[in-house]
């Protein structure tokens, strides 16, 4: 892996494509005919300002420019630690070497993050099956990430509410101290408000917690009717997989940085 003192190197290497072309064989032939105007295009092959394009997409020699791009939109900034295919799309989406899809393949069997990921999907049990939902927010997981640092506004975990219809998620802040009713004013306030009451409700929280939930959510809603909720106490592999998602995305903005 490269380090950032080689990575800001390598942003300013942009310029330095131009010797590469000439320094390396996947590209040389074509350089050197176009550069010798043998024609203003050579299959789809382009030379403009001395950089060469192949159907608009820069073509980068086989410098460790390479792998830095191919960091850069797998696992930098926003990217997130997408998957194979996506990160290629990205990729090919600007640039063009031919080795790029290997590449790609080949950083991230390397990538640290996405092998933590891989693994923690891996746990797999005897579930018995959930209902299959067939309308938004009426089914929903609910999980708790812990023991993130705290924030200024004492906030150490985050409660991750997936809606299992549409997978879209709400991540809301918590603190260790919140029981139960807390928890319930938080969904009713940022989730009721917004959405539906749930139906069904998976999740890792003990029957007492879930009861307690349960009961603080109708409150909140003035009645004293009780519809009953199927709790499922256990996990779908769902709001796992958005933690996933939360971590890498927690991860690639925080940096080394615990405390913003
Ligand atoms: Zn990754």
């Known amino acids: 892996?490269?380090?950032?003192?080689?990575?800001?190197?390598?942003?300013?290497?942009?310029?330095?494509?131009?010797?590469?072309?000439?320094?390396?064989?996947?590209?040389?032939?074509?350089?050197?005919?176009?550069?010798?105007?043998?024609?203003?295009?050579?299959?789809?092959?382009?030379?403009?300002?001395?950089?060469?394009?192949?159907?608009?997409?820069?073509?980068?020699?086989?410098?460790?420019?390479?792998?830095?791009?191919?960091?850069?939109?797998?696992?930098?900034?926003?990217?997130?630690?997408?998957?194979?295919?996506?990160?290629?799309?990205?990729?090919e989406n600007r640039f063009y070497w031919p080795t790029l899809k290997h590449d790609v393949g080949k950083l991230i069997k390397r990538c640290h993050t996405c092998q933590l990921a891989k693994q923690r999907k891996?746990?797999?049990?005897?579930?018995?099956?959930?209902?299959?939902?067939?309308?938004?927010?009426?089914?929903?997981?609910?999980?708790?990430?812990?023991?993130?640092?705290?924030?200024?506004?004492?906030?150490?975990?985050?409660?991750?509410v997936v809606d299992r219809f549409s997978k879209m998620a709400h991540f809301l802040p918590c603190s260790k101290t919140f029981d139960a009713s807390w928890v319930a004013k938080l969904y009713f306030d940022e989730i009721v408000r917004l959405h539906v009451l749930p139906m069904t409700i998976v999740s890792d929280r003990d029957v007492k917690f879930t009861?307690?939930?349960?009961?603080?959510?109708?409150?909140?809603?003035?009645?004293?009717?009780?519809?009953?909720?199927?709790?499922?106490p256990q996990t779908d592999g769902q709001t796992e997989v958005v933690n996933i998602s939360l971590g890498n995305l927690l991860r690639t903005l925080v940096g080394e940085n615990l405390r913003d």
Request: aromatic content about 14%; charged content about 20%; hydrophobic content about 40%.
């Open 122 to 160: 891996q746990n797999t049990g005897l579930y018995t099956p959930l209902p299959v939902p067939n309308c938004p927010w009426q089914d929903v997981s609910m999980d708790f990430v812990l023991g993130l640092p705290k924030t200024l506004r004492k906030h150490d975990y985050v409660c991750v």
């Open 211 to 232: 009861s307690y939930f349960w009961k603080t959510l109708w409150h909140k809603m003035g009645t004293k009717l009780q519809f009953s909720t199927a709790f499922h």
């Open 1 to 91: 892996m490269m380090t950032t003192q080689e990575m800001r190197t390598e942003v300013i290497g942009f310029k330095r494509l131009k010797d590469g072309y000439w320094d390396y064989p996947d590209f040389k032939e074509t350089y050197t005919l176009l550069t010798n105007g043998d024609g203003p295009l050579i299959d789809d092959f382009l030379l403009e300002d001395g950089y060469l394009f192949k159907a608009h997409k820069l073509c980068i020699p086989n410098t460790s420019l390479r792998e830095f791009l191919v960091w850069e939109l797998h696992a930098g900034g926003l990217a997130g630690h997408f998957g194979q295919s996506k990160t290629i799309a990205a990729l």
